[in-house]
């Protein structure tokens, strides 16, 4: 697995670990399924998203099945727990004249505008994960053929597009600003870096976009995957087969690019106009 679902499963147990102490569980190789429900409950009360809560029941799963295997339990209620329903809250997306504002925040007086409107650029064209483009390197950048390769969850390549205004912002940040930031670091392979030739992390591209949101006058609650989620729906909108868009996110279930028809409203109406005799 990725090391970022890693290190999410050991903070998931992690909680689990809090949990028990703090609830006086007096066994924990064998939790009722009552216990186990006021876990999930305690999970919604501290405000955990349904898709988070999942994952915490999947690492749960996981560790139970570890200790069968360790020959420590004979069995573990926790089987008998299903999964919250996902996607219960529909993905925030920004219209396209929102993300031309996000994109344009970036001002020449402001010291990292190549690498930010280049970084903005490339979240955008080609809908990709947070931790996919800041673990970008030089080597899968194909601006001539006007194309990248991200590497996703489970190290499975892909390749995907990019448009020209991408193609031109990289430009720009590669000739003209990227070597200031790599100065005195040889090798150095990422595509974007901080002060001292470093690769941005996570953090700081959260940072990074929550700074040009709000100079751009948006929902405080856009983030990194708001602008996946917004590719996502406009290349929909645009007429792309749900394949196609499959594809260009990575996504290894169809199931999960499906959540996006149901984002557009616009062709929601346009499909009930079509095709519903009285639409």
């Known amino acids: 697995m990725a090391a970022n679902t890693v290190l999410a499963y050991g903070r998931d147990l992690e909680r689990f ?15 009722s399924l009552r216990e186990l429900g006021s876990y999930l409950g305690f999970l919604r009360d501290e405000g955990l998203a349904p898709p988070s809560i999942a994952r915490h029941l999947v690492a749960l799963k996981m560790f139970y099945r570890f200790l069968r295997l360790e020959e420590r339990v004979k069995q573990s209620a926790v089987e008998l727990l299903s999964s919250p329903n996902l996607w219960e809250r529909i993905p925030q997306v920004l219209n396209p004249e929102s993300v031309e504002k996000l994109l344009a925040a970036p001002q020449p007086d402001d010291r990292f505008c190549l690498r930010d409107r280049a970084l903005l650029e490339t979240l955008y064209a080609t809908g990709s994960r947070a931790s996919e483009v800041v673990h970008l390197k030089l080597q899968d950048l194909h601006l001539d053929s006007g194309f990248c390769k991200c590497l996703g969850k489970g190290n499975k390549q892909r390749v995907v597009p990019l448009g020209r205004p991408a193609i031109k912002a990289l430009r720009e940040y590669l000739a003209n600003f990227r070597s200031k930031l790599t ?9 974007f870096v901080s002060r001292g030739g470093r690769a941005l992390t996570r953090e700081m591209l959260w940072i990074l976009i929550k700074k040009y949101v709000r100079r751009a006058g948006l929902n405080a609650k856009v983030s990194p995957h708001t602008l996946r989620h917004s590719f996502a729906t406009h290349v929909l909108a645009g007429g792309a087969d749900l394949r196609t868009v499959q594809e260009l996110l990575g996504h290894a279930n169809i199931r999960t690019t499906q959540h996006y028809t149901h984002v557009d409203r616009d062709r929601l109406k346009a499909i009930h106009r079509q095709y519903h005799p009285r639409g």
């Open 17 to 31: 670990e809090a949990w028990v102490e703090q609830s006086g569980l007096t066994d924990h190789l064998a939790p």
């Open 183 to 191: 100065r005195g670091v040889s090798d150095c392979p990422w595509v």
